[in-house]
């Protein structure tokens, strides 16, 4: 018997992907669908939605509404979706550059608005698709193809950015923890407002070859052997400024959550408001 989820992959003549071997992205696409059967989601009520990178391909593969879009412009096309079909679970998935550079200010607004969205960022530390660029998540001191005497720039926290900019849940896993991965998806699909899930992935092409990690098995190793899950810290310390990968370790879980107004719903019941005040 065919397993149920294949029914959220396009089968026909798609495969095989176009990814690296030993790319993590495909190990995000798996937990991402077995999230969908495990949740029941019916195949016409998802929508992913994408922007341009190798992260950004994975809609191309499933059997849902999808929408690859312009390199950084996923939300605001997701936002629309989510606005037309407020039924729709709509997803978008995108790399650090796609989501934290070019999109930053649409995934800024997304979040202070509330809209009921799961935003997966494919956290690989570089530019995958144009050739192993720095990008916003690359580790100060990292190396990559155009920061060949190391990064000279601090990174970005996405979970600090998230938290100030408005999202209602954040959750971090790896490639390396393809279970706890799937849970934290579903996780922040069942939430409701706008949730991030970041995956620490491997790029081994660009990042892991650059700074001599080594392949995308070394990297996960690397992830597995860096990796504490939230719950097992003592409570005092979990809101603590983390130790900054690749020295530090990657604390993954959830590790924020709080509830707040949703957009559509604020938006329904001003537009009622202003209509049965003027009857
Ligand atoms: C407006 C615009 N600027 C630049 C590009 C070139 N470009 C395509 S993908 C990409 C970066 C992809 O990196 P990331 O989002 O981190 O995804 P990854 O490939 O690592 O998964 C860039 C700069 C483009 N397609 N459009
Ligand atoms: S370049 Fe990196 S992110 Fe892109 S498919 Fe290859 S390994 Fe994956």
Redesign the pocket.
């Known amino acids: 018997m065919k397993e149920a989820v294949f029914n959220y992959l396009r089968l026909d003549g798609r495969f095989p992907h176009i990814l690296c071997a030993g790319c993590g ?1 495909g190990t995000i696409m798996k937990a991402m669908v077995y999230a969908f059967s495990d949740l029941n989601l019916p195949n016409e009520r998802i929508c992913v939605v994408s ?7 994975v809609p191309g593969y499933l059997d849902c509404d999808t929408f690859h879009t ?3 412009r996923a939300i605001p096309c997701a936002i629309g979706v989510k606005l037309a079909q407020p039924e729709m679970k709509v997803i978008v998935m ?9 999109g930053l200010s649409h995934f800024i607004h997304a979040a202070r608005r509330n809209i009921d969205l799961t935003c997966i960022i ?3 530390f ?5 050739g192993g ?1 720095v ?1 916003p ?1 690359t580790p100060q001191g990292s190396l990559t193809l155009t920061t060949p005497y190391k990064n000279p720039e601090r990174e970005f926290n996405i979970l600090e950015i998230s938290k100030a900019a408005g999202a209602v849940f954040f959750a971090r896993s790896t490639t390396y923890h393809a279970q706890h991965l799937k849970e934290m998806i579903k996780k922040a699909i069942e939430k409701k407002g706008f949730s991030v899930v970041e995956v620490i ?1 491997q ?1 081994p092409t660009f990042f892991g070859r650059v700074n001599r990690i080594g392949d995308g098995v070394k990297m996960l190793e690397y992830f597995k052997e860096k990796s504490v899950e939230v719950k097992t810290l003592p409570v005092a310390s979990r809101g603590e400024k983390e130790e900054k990968f690749p020295e530090g370790k990657i604390v993954i879980g959830v590790l924020y959550e709080t509830s707040a107004e949703e957009f559509l719903e604020s938006y329904q019941k001003n537009v009622q408001g202003e209509y049965e005040g003027r009857g």
Do not use: E, F, P, W
Not at 51 to 57: A, L, P, V, Y
Not at 126 to 130: D, K, P, Q, S, V
């Open positions: 992205i922007g341009i990178g190798c992260s950004s391909r312009l390199h950084g995108g790399g650090d550059g796609d989501i934290l550079a070019i494919v956290n690989n570089n530019y995958g698709m144009t660029q990008s998540t992935s790029c």
